[in-house]
């Protein structure tokens, strides 16, 4: 693989950049079962899991409401897509979110923000 990945980290083929429209949710399901919502931004994507911490549904039915802030179709919980942070509820607790690495095309999705054996993928 190209780019410069570290063959020890845990980084996780999850699409083709130009599958993911700008500003659009997509739920994506990765080799190691995690399910997620990625939502591309200009260059940057960002990723979180794909369940709102209010009642389990599905966050990538929701919409980018404003610039790095999703809105949980359901019952219109917003949160950070930089942080997965609360920003309205009635969710209260955040939502987790995942490293991303772009290349060659490929977005790559590393492991969660906060998991101690993460800081060989942080970026
Ligand atoms: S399930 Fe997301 S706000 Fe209720």
Known sequence: MSGGHDATAAWVAAVALDALDESLPTSVVLDDGRRLCLVREGATVHAMEDRCPHRDFALSGGDVVAPCVIEC?????RFDLRTGAVLQGPATDAVPV??????DGMVFVGR????????????
């Not at 179709?73 to 919980?77: D, K, N, R």
């Not at 995942?98 to 290349?103: D, E, G, I, K, L």
């Not at 998991?115 to 993928?121: E, Y």
């Open 112 to 123: 969660p923000t906060g998991d101690p054996d993460a800081k060989d993928v942080a970026s």
């Open 73 to 77: 179709p359901w019952h219109g919980a």
């Open 98 to 103: 995942y490293p991303v690495q772009v290349t």
